[in-house]
T-cell receptor, first 113, second 115 residues
Framework: KNQVEQSPQSLIILEGKNCTLQCNYTVSPFSNLRWYKQDTGRGPVSLTIMTFSENTKSNGRYTATLDADTKQSSLHITASQLSDSASYICVVSPYQAGTALIFGKGTTLSVSS | KAGVTQTPRYLIKTRGQQVTLSCSPISGHRSVSWYQQTPGQGLQFLFEYFSETQRNKGNFPGRFSGRQFSNSRSEMNVSTLELGDSALYLC??????????????FGQGTRLTVV
């Protein structure tokens, strides 16, 4: 069964610190892996998209990595800010599935001052 | 340019009723997908429409249906509402570029509460 598992479920860090969120998936084959940020009460916003052949992709303070062999991805947030407080969702797009995306349940990040 | 617009933002319905949600995609986007988000299950794919045709469907009962109009606007309908249908319903539009990298842009969602 195609699944996306994320850890930790929630995380609290101090402003200015770095953190890393994990994503393990069983979807195979897949077209791409995405990370989304979802603020409370709002729709998800794309942070990064990586194809199976890419190892890393950055978007400002966000850096995603992908290891297609071990089926693992991580999202590293550098120098966290209060505005980073949100849910971070790992999403896998199965091969030729279009927008029939498979979502993880997300990691809720809280950044405190 | 304007983003994905979903209406209404909030809705309260009674069990057994039916509801229609609306989604206007980003101008030029022809693919519209619908997702259900609940605390227990997270985000789940409902269906995708492209050029007025349902192209893909998730694992939801037939009470959930949708359609797309010639201007790419889409509606989602849920009949005979159940308490478990309470959720945030998200719509996403995409350009449907070749190569499989179909970036989805999400709307703010419609929060449906069934009482």
């Amino acid at each position: 069964k195609n699944q996306v598992e994320q850890s930790p479920q929630s995380l609290i860090i101090l402003e200015g610190k770095n953190c890393t969120l994990q994503c393990n998936y069983t979807v195979s084959p897949f077209s791409n892996l995405r990370w989304y940020k979802q603020d409370t009460g709002r729709g998800p916003v794309s942070l990064t998209i990586m194809t199976f052949s890419e190892n890393t992709k950055s978007n400002g303070r966000y850096t995603a990595t992908l290891d297609a062999d071990t089926k693992q991805s991580s999202l590293h947030i550098t120098a966290s800010q209060l505005s980073d407080s949100a849910s971070y969702i790992c999403v896998v797009s199965p091969y030729q599935a279009g927008t029939a995306l498979i979502f993880g349940k997300g990691t809720t990040l809280s950044v405190s001052s | 340019k304007a983003g994905v617009t979903q209406t209404p933002r909030y809705l309260i319905k009674t069990r057994g009723q039916q509801v229609t949600l609306s989604c206007s995609p980003i101008s030029g986007h022809r693919s519209v997908s619908w997702y259900q988000q609940t605390p227990g299950q997270g985000l789940q794919f409902l269906f995708e429409y492209f050029s007025e045709t349902q192209r893909n469907k998730g694992n939801f009962p037939g009470r959930f249906s949708g359609r797309q109009f010639s201007n790419s606007r889409s509606e989602m309908n849920v009949s005979t509402l159940e308490l478990g249908d309470s959720a945030l319903y998200l719509c996403a539009s995409s350009l449907n570029r070749a190569g499989g990298e179909t970036e989805a842009f999400f709307g703010q969602g419609t929060r449906l509460t069934v009482v």
